[in-house]
């Protein structure tokens, strides 16, 4: 699952043990940015460490039980005050002008290819 929000993205995935089982309590929660991971973990006091492997496409891990995940997703959600997605981010984020731009590209790709399509 693709998560994209005001805190950040997030490619969320079951998470492997090294058995190669999918445990069911738990996810792995990834990033290409640490600071979209920190910014999460922080603010919902996540516990567990953010691991970063550099040849991974997703770089930066964190390993999260789906209650916890549960209670982050809603927080998010209860917390939408905007009416307009990417606004809200370049307004509480300024810093993060890259994630912005992807939002736009993802935004305009979307748009392109769902364009006059009964979806």
């Not at 940015?33 to 460490?49: M, W």
């Not at 959600?77 to 984020?93: E, G």
């Amino acid at each position: 699952m693709w998560l994209m929000t005001v805190d950040g993205f997030f490619s969320v995935v079951a998470f492997l043990e090294p058995n190669g089982r999918i445990d069911p309590a738990r996810l792995l929660v990834r990033s290409r940015d640490r600071q979209h991971l920190v910014r999460v973990q922080t603010r919902y006091q996540l516990p567990g460490k953010i691991t970063h492997l550099s040849d991974a496409d997703y770089p930066y891990r964190m390993v999260v039980w789906k209650t916890d995940w549960l209670r982050v997703t809603r927080d998010m959600m209860q917390r939408i005050d905007y009416p307009n997605f990417k606004s809200a981010v370049a307004a509480r984020r300024r810093s993060w002008a890259a994630y912005l731009e992807a939002l736009h590209d993802v935004w305009l790709v979307l748009r392109d290819r769902f364009e006059g399509v009964g979806v």
